[in-house]
């Protein structure tokens, strides 16, 4: 056996959290903290194996370092055929690197003075995101089907490693961080270990949990960093990190066969933090005496003690143990894997440390054993369980079982929606699909362009989100080993190296940076080590800190403390302009909790003399008149709004100017409607109004009082009058009701359609549906969404005639004339909207399938779903998806308000996608009894029913049949999926 420590393997004196060997033995990845970021790393292996490679300035040691994680990267991990290298940190993201097809040659590090030189081309290929917590370990499944991530948000992802981003399946059942996971070598079971003192298994088949094993870890105390925990390659044994027995540190022996828990691996003085099998299989006579050849596995095991022990299952005591071995905690463990060309496959191991520091441990035959062939392993693993699973998944990633027809038909198509979605990506519409990004040919490169995202603003401008275009990098094949006289090196840039030796005192130890290495032989430890009495701890070792605590500052420093603002005196009167609001002058959301202040009415210039009063900006915007964008309203005095007994509320009230126009509509159907007070005619005054179109005056009329406001529609057009009475008429001028006389002048006046909306000075609203000549809100006071110092900012009616107010604590309210009461739309403030997580859903949509409406008007730049979603519920799971779930139903419940079917029906869609994704069966059942509705034999409904047939225009059962289609996305739902479509399908069909 020997031992030894290269120095220069170091992250420039910052911990070291996870290590791993290429498949090909030639180069090895760390990952850690850097200067200001994530680190990941990639060595060569030579200088570490070769004292004589190591000190030829000619062949590098550092090949490639990457700083593109934005915090501490924990974990890194090669895929089993070395194609991509996974890393995972605490930015929350997942990135794939490969290599570059085409390389120019070495090139200096950014950053770094020109003293890093990168040798190889690794590139971010895909970045993953859908956790919400540090990703604290990652594992691909055998044949790289599937790669697993675990976060301290309490899930752990599988991914679709053929098609990424693509998630197969999010496991949630953990109540703590999870910190570890690994692979069944045979693929039929995934092991994952947390903090809430569980070690849970999953099955494949349909990713439901198949086991809990919490005993051993009932009795551990504090934590660690990471759990990493893994599988024998027999797939015989699991091996869990950090578990007690009789208030010692062991690593717990889990059996296959019942997931029993009769042994354990004992003698580490404080918690094991990771486990890592020798991927052979080894055969050696451990018994002379009876001179048979006997199979087992070999395991090595770190701990925070500082201390490595080797274990081989043949064998009660372990093989090896090697004492103080690093400064700080053990943190991850590497062998060489099985398909090493160069090297001693599995006889080679690389260890790393909190310390910031690398240890290389190399094993003889003699020590460990004639490791099985591939073949054999084969062999062994078809004798025990049949067929690898691991075999059939390289071509199929899901083996759900489809249990009939019509599932399987509509997977076929939801296969081929994917190929048709897949073929748009592509150049000129190559019809070619792509079946993984990281695979596409050089040929074929991707147009950015393509996917550029185009929205439109409430007043109809278009605006396109900038996109990022990286340059187009192609990317090659799996990397060659690489030789250590490939690229000859300048000793320029490069480190200076040395070896230290394990286990010596500190002050036989080189300085860093020495060029000289120490080849140290270690002999194997008596079998009693383990057993034999702790050794004395340095004082000036410190003790790992908690993941929890460092969690919680990290919460303690997001988290952000609101700060009150002082309430004006007084609300300042506003001159009423169709103009925009800008962002930077809506009001804050103030503090309503203080009362407010009762202003009695007085004249200006009375009130603006009292001491302690306020005026407020004069531009800032505080009514809007007609919603319509090009509609023109006069400019009112500024006359004090004032709050006196008995009515609350005080709007201003609009005076009756020499000349008021008004444009309706836009582009040739759009006419000028010109209103003239003061005519004088036979010593009477008089109004009149005129309607020009392209400057010709169609038609003319007289009012008897003077007009103060004008709103119109294509199909109805309205003047307010001094009187408080309104004039109604149609697009050719004539008279379509009496005058219409308010208890008080009018103050606001839109018109959308056949219905006409006026607020009058005292906040009292009411709404007319003149095509049937019907009051559809009769004076419904403002006051319940107007207490306070809240002002409204604009306001509008829909075509369907839904009264809105934007109002200045950010909240969109309406009139419910159903249920008789004020509803929020919308707010800007909600916590349901800020923190919802969704994204990933409307992410996967079409852009064009983005519907256009009352809703998304509304809304707008204030709609800023999932933007605390991770920072607010990173560890809390369950409480995100009740938020989003919160959001998305007050999203359907809007646009049911608002009578917008297109909204409606998109809404409900996206929350059913929800509920598909999250598998929540009870809320989807729900949704389709609601659609589906009583089923009879002969499908008419019974007598007494309440059930409509209909929602906004739009039948149910039609909206029933697209959301059965986005249920049968999810192979775990085909039964729910069966059960409504066959009463769907029976409902439908004819009676005979």
Not at 292 to 316: E, M, N, P, V, Y
Not at 700 to 729: F, H, I, N, Q
Not at 897 to 915: C, D, G, I, N, Q
Request: glycine share 8%; proline share 7%.
């Amino acid at each position: 056996m020997k031992l030894l420590k290269p120095s220069w393997v170091t992250h420039d004196g910052k911990p070291i959290f996870s290590i791993d060997i290429h498949p090909d033995g030639s180069r090895f990845a760390t990952g850690g903290q850097g200067e200001d970021s994530g680190k990941v790393a990639v060595w060569n292996m030579a200088p570490v194996r070769s004292e004589v490679d190591e000190k030829n300035s000619n062949i590098p040691k550092l090949l490639c370092q990457m700083d593109n994680h934005l915090a501490c990267v924990n974990c890194v991990r090669w895929s089993s055929d070395g194609r991509y290298l996974a890393s995972g940190g605490d930015d929350k993201l997942i990135m794939i690197w490969q290599t570059g097809r085409y390389f120019a040659g070495p090139s200096t590090v950014f950053g770094t003075g020109g003293k890093t030189v990168n040798i190889e081309q690794w590139r971010c290929v895909n970045t993953l995101r859908a956790h919400t917590g540090d990703i604290l370990d990652l594992a691909w499944s055998p044949q790289d089907a599937w790669l697993a991530t675990c976060s301290i948000d309490n899930t752990i992802i599988v991914w679709n490693a053929t098609k990424f981003p693509e998630i197969i399946s999010t496991l949630k059942g953990h109540t703590g961080l999870v910190k570890g996971v690994t692979w069944d070598p045979v693929g039929k079971y995934l092991a994952t270990q947390s903090d809430d003192k569980s070690l849970r298994v999953w099955r494949t088949v349909d990713w439901q949990q198949e086991a809990m094993v919490t005993k051993p870890f009932d009795e551990c105390g504090g934590t660690t960093h990471v759990l990493r925990l893994a599988w024998s390659p027999d797939g015989q044994y699991i091996v869990s990190a950090h578990a007690m027995n009789n208030s010692g540190p062991t690593a717990q022996i889990i059996e296959r066969q019942g997931f029993k828990t009769s042994m354990d691996f004992v003698g580490h003085r404080k918690a094991v933090t990771v486990v890592r099998f020798n991927p052979n299989i080894f055969q050696k006579v451990v018994n002379k005496a009876s001179g048979k050849s006997q199979q087992f596995s070999c395991c090595a095991i770190g701990s925070r003690d500082r201390s490595l022990s080797i274990w081989l299952t043949a064998l009660k005591r372990p093989l090896v143990v090697v004492h103080d071995m690093f400064k700080n905690s053990v943190m991850d463990i590497s062998w060489t894997p099985l398909s090493s060309s160069r090297g001693k496959s599995g006889f080679e191991l690389l260890v790393c440390s909190w310390d910031g520091t690398a240890a290389y441990v190399e094993f003889t035959p003699d020590e460990l054993g004639t490791p099985l062939t591939q073949d054999e392993m084969n062999s062994l693993h078809q004798r025990i369980y049949g067929k690898s699973m691991a075999i059939s998944t390289q071509h199929s990633v899901n083996n759900t079982i489809i249990e009939n027809p019509a599932m399987l038909k509509l997977q076929q198509r939801h296969n081929e929606h994917r190929e048709q979605m897949d073929a748009k990506k592509q150049v000129n519409g190559t019809p070619t699909k792509i079946r993984n990004p990281m695979l596409t040919s050089p040929t074929e490169k991707p147009n950015p362009k393509a996917q550029q995202i185009e929205t439109r603003t409430p007043d109809g401008r278009r605006r396109i989100t900038p996109l990022c275009i990286a340059p187009q990098v192609d990317f090659g094949d799996i990397p060659r080993p690489f030789m250590s006289s490939s690229l000859p090196m300048s000793s320029t840039g490069m480190a200076q190296s040395g070896l230290e030796t394990a286990g010596t005192p500190r002050a036989a130890e080189p300085s860093q940076g020495s060029p000289s290495s120490q080849h140290a032989t270690v002999k194997p430890l008596a079998p009693s080590v383990l057993t034999s009495a702790p050794t004395a701890i340095p004082a000036n070792i410190q003790p790992m800190k908690a993941l929890d605590s460092r969690f919680t500052e990290k919460s303690k420093a997001t988290s952000g403390t609101k700060t009150s603002q002082s309430k004006p005196d007084r609300i300042t009167p506003i001159t009423l302009s169709t103009a925009k609001p800008r962002d930077s002058d809506r009001p804050s959301l103030q503090d309503s909790s203080a009362p407010a202040p009762t202003i009695i009415a007085k004249r200006k210039l009375d009130s603006l003399s009292q001491p302690g009063t306020k005026r407020m900006r004069k531009d800032k915007p505080v009514l809007m008149a007609p919603a319509a964008p090009a509609q023109v309203t006069p400019t009112i005095p500024q006359d004090v709004i004032t709050r006196s007994a008995p009515h609350p509320i005080m709007l201003p009230s609009p005076p009756a100017e020499k000349n008021i126009s008004l444009q309706v509509g836009g582009g040739e159907e759009s006419v000028v409607l010109e209103l003239e007070n003061n005519i004088q005619t036979a010593g009477v005054k008089l109004a009149g109004l005129k309607c020009r179109r392209g400057g010709t005056v169609e038609w003319e009329t007289v009012l008897s009082t003077r007009g103060t406001l004008l709103a119109g529609s294509r199909k109805v057009l309205c003047v307010s009058c001094e009187d408080r009475s309104l004039c109604v008429l149609s697009p050719s001028g004539r008279r379509l009701l009496p005058g219409l006389v308010l208890s008080h002048p009018t103050a606001i006046l839109h018109c959308n359609g056949y219905h006409v909306m006026a607020v009058t000075t005292v906040g009292n609203l009411s709404v007319w549906n003149v095509q049937i000549a019907k009051v559809v809100i009769k004076n419904e006071s403002l006051l319940p969404i107007m207490s306070g110092d809240v002002v409204i900012k604009t306001s509008s009616v829909t075509e369907q005639g839904v009264p809105v107010f934007s109002l200045s604590n950010g909240k969109v309210c309406t009139f419910s004339v159903s249920l008789g009461t004020w509803s929020t739309l919308s707010d800007a403030h909600s916590s349901l909207q800020q923190c919802s997580d969704h994204q990933t859903i409307m992410s996967s949509l079409n852009p064009s399938s983005q519907v256009k409406g009352p809703l998304a008007s509304l809304q707008g730049q204030g709609q800023r779903s999932g933007r605390q979603a991770g920072r607010l519920f990173r560890a809390n799971h369950n409480l995100q998806q009740a938020v989003t779930l919160g959001h998305l139903e007050n999203q359907v419940s809007a646009a049911l308000m608002l009578r917008s079917s297109a909204e409606h029906k998109f809404w409900l869609l996206t929350l059913v996608r929800y509920l598909v994704q999250e598998g929540l069966e009870a809320q989807l059942r729900e949704i389709c009894d609601d659609l589906l509705g009583p089923v009879t034999a002969q499908g008419r409904l019974p007598k007494g029913s309440l059930w409509e047939p209909e929602v906004l225009g739009v039948c149910k059962r039609l909206v029933l049949s697209e959301v059965l289609q986005e249920v049968g996305s999810n192979l775990r739902l085909q039964r729910l999926y069966t059960e409504y479509q066959d009463q769907l399908d029976m409902v439908q069909t004819p009676a005979k």
